[in-house]
């Protein structure tokens, strides 16, 4: 894992190495794979 990112206390992210991406909508409840072809690794996020 190298990097936690909420954009509220619902929507959050996770990102990894190896194309390693996950999403949740629930506070972190549950965590849902999202795949990204083509990508390595994530060091971070930024949303704009």
Same mark, same amino acid.
């Given at each position: 894992m190298r990097?936690?990112?909420f954009v509220n @206390?619902?929507?959050g992210f996770i *990102? *990894?190495?190896n194309s390693f991406f996950l999403k949740?909508? @629930?506070g972190?409840?549950?965590w849902s794979s999202?795949?990204?072809? *083509?990508? *390595?690794n994530f060091l971070k996020?930024?949303?704009?």
């Open positions: 990097f936690v990112y @206390d619902q929507k *990102g *990894g190495n949740t909508v @629930d972190g409840s549950t999202i795949n990204i072809p *083509g990508y *390595g996020m930024q949303l704009i």
